[in-house]
Protein backbone atom coordinates (compact mmCIF):
# COMPACT_ATOMS: atom_id res chain seq x y z
CA UNK A 1 0.00 0.00 0.00
CA UNK A 2 0.96 3.48 -0.57
CA UNK A 3 -0.69 6.37 0.64
CA UNK A 4 -0.22 9.95 -0.94
CA UNK A 5 -0.40 13.35 -0.06
CA UNK A 6 0.09 16.90 -1.76
CA UNK A 7 1.04 19.82 -0.46
CA UNK A 8 2.33 23.38 -1.46
CA UNK A 9 -0.39 24.81 -4.00
CA UNK A 10 -1.95 27.87 -3.93
CA UNK A 11 -2.56 31.29 -5.30
CA UNK A 12 0.48 32.63 -7.71
CA UNK A 13 0.71 35.56 -10.22
CA UNK A 14 1.31 34.77 -14.07
CA UNK A 15 5.22 34.13 -14.30
CA UNK A 16 5.36 33.23 -10.88
CA UNK A 17 6.48 29.74 -9.67
CA UNK A 18 5.53 27.08 -6.75
CA UNK A 19 6.84 24.01 -5.65
CA UNK A 20 4.60 21.04 -5.07
CA UNK A 21 5.42 18.24 -2.73
CA UNK A 22 3.38 14.82 -2.93
CA UNK A 23 4.53 13.03 0.82
CA UNK A 24 4.80 9.28 0.20
CA UNK A 25 3.82 6.46 3.38
CA UNK A 26 4.40 2.62 2.89
CA UNK A 27 7.79 1.46 2.28
CA UNK A 28 7.60 0.19 -1.57
CA UNK A 29 7.35 3.70 -2.43
CA UNK A 30 10.70 4.03 -4.10
CA UNK A 31 9.49 0.88 -6.38
CA UNK A 32 7.22 3.26 -7.67
CA UNK A 33 7.01 5.22 -10.67
CA UNK A 34 5.82 8.40 -10.46
CA UNK A 35 3.66 10.77 -11.84
CA UNK A 36 1.24 13.94 -11.55
CA UNK A 37 -1.64 15.16 -13.59
CA UNK A 38 -3.87 18.05 -13.13
CA UNK A 39 -7.68 18.86 -13.61
CA UNK A 40 -9.40 21.71 -14.70
CA UNK A 41 -12.64 22.83 -13.74
CA UNK A 42 -14.95 21.40 -16.83
CA UNK A 43 -11.79 19.17 -18.35
CA UNK A 44 -10.03 15.58 -17.86
CA UNK A 45 -7.73 14.95 -16.02
CA UNK A 46 -4.27 15.35 -18.05
CA UNK A 47 -0.83 14.37 -17.97
CA UNK A 48 1.51 16.73 -16.60
CA UNK A 49 5.28 14.69 -15.63
CA UNK A 50 6.57 11.52 -14.76
CA UNK A 51 9.42 9.97 -13.69
CA UNK A 52 10.94 6.80 -13.50
CA UNK A 53 11.57 4.87 -9.81
CA UNK A 54 15.35 5.65 -9.30
CA UNK A 55 14.49 9.12 -10.77
CA UNK A 56 17.01 9.31 -13.57
CA UNK A 57 14.25 9.18 -16.25
CA UNK A 58 11.80 11.95 -16.61
CA UNK A 59 9.18 13.26 -19.32
CA UNK A 60 6.58 15.79 -19.53
CA UNK A 61 3.42 16.74 -21.68
CA UNK A 62 4.38 19.71 -23.94
CA UNK A 63 2.11 21.92 -22.54
CA UNK A 64 5.09 22.55 -19.46
CA UNK A 65 8.18 21.10 -20.80
CA UNK A 66 10.73 23.89 -20.23
CA UNK A 67 8.78 25.19 -17.63
CA UNK A 68 7.96 21.97 -15.16
CA UNK A 69 10.33 20.06 -13.40
CA UNK A 70 9.70 16.80 -11.88
CA UNK A 71 12.08 14.98 -9.31
CA UNK A 72 12.52 12.75 -6.08
CA UNK A 73 13.98 12.23 -2.95
CA UNK A 74 13.51 8.42 -2.11
CA UNK A 75 15.13 8.34 1.58
CA UNK A 76 12.40 11.13 2.11
CA UNK A 77 9.32 9.12 0.22
CA UNK A 78 8.62 12.89 -1.49
CA UNK A 79 8.24 13.44 -5.17
CA UNK A 80 8.04 16.83 -6.05
CA UNK A 81 6.85 19.74 -9.00
CA UNK A 82 8.76 22.44 -9.54
CA UNK A 83 6.39 25.27 -11.86
CA UNK A 84 7.96 28.05 -13.10
CA UNK A 85 7.17 30.66 -15.81
CA UNK A 86 3.18 29.58 -15.05
CA UNK A 87 0.40 30.89 -16.88
CA UNK A 88 -3.24 31.20 -16.15
CA UNK A 89 -4.15 27.98 -17.86
CA UNK A 90 -2.16 25.80 -15.47
CA UNK A 91 -5.15 26.71 -12.68
CA UNK A 92 -5.95 23.66 -11.51
CA UNK A 93 -5.93 20.84 -9.16
CA UNK A 94 -2.66 18.82 -9.46
CA UNK A 95 -2.39 15.49 -8.37
CA UNK A 96 0.30 12.54 -7.91
CA UNK A 97 0.15 9.25 -8.32
CA UNK A 98 1.69 6.02 -8.29
CA UNK A 99 1.91 4.05 -11.73
CA UNK A 100 2.96 0.27 -12.18
CA UNK A 101 5.23 1.01 -15.09
CA UNK A 102 7.38 4.11 -15.87
CA UNK A 103 6.11 4.11 -20.04
CA UNK A 104 2.73 4.21 -18.82
CA UNK A 105 2.98 7.38 -16.83
CA UNK A 106 1.19 9.25 -19.07
CA UNK A 107 -1.81 7.14 -18.57
CA UNK A 108 -4.06 7.66 -15.71
CA UNK A 109 -5.73 4.32 -15.96
CA UNK A 110 -2.27 2.60 -15.35
CA UNK A 111 -2.02 4.23 -11.82
CA UNK A 112 -2.33 1.83 -8.57
CA UNK A 113 -2.26 5.25 -5.98
CA UNK A 114 -3.77 8.33 -6.19
CA UNK A 115 -3.66 11.38 -3.45
CA UNK A 116 -6.20 13.97 -3.17
CA UNK A 117 -4.89 16.82 -4.80
CA UNK A 118 -3.64 20.17 -4.16
CA UNK A 119 -5.37 23.53 -5.91
CA UNK A 120 -3.41 25.68 -7.71
CA UNK A 121 -4.90 29.19 -8.80
CA UNK A 122 -2.53 31.51 -11.45
CA UNK A 123 -3.72 34.87 -11.86
CA UNK A 124 -3.42 37.10 -14.45
Known amino acids: QVQLVESGGGLVQAGGSLRLSCAAS????????MGWFRQAPGKEREFVAG????????YYADSVKGRFTISRDNAKNLVYLQMNGLKPEDTAVYYC?????????????????WGQGTQVTVST
Open 26 to 33: GRTFSNYP
Open 97 to 113: GAVRVFRAAHNQNEYNY
Open 51 to 58: ISWSGSDT
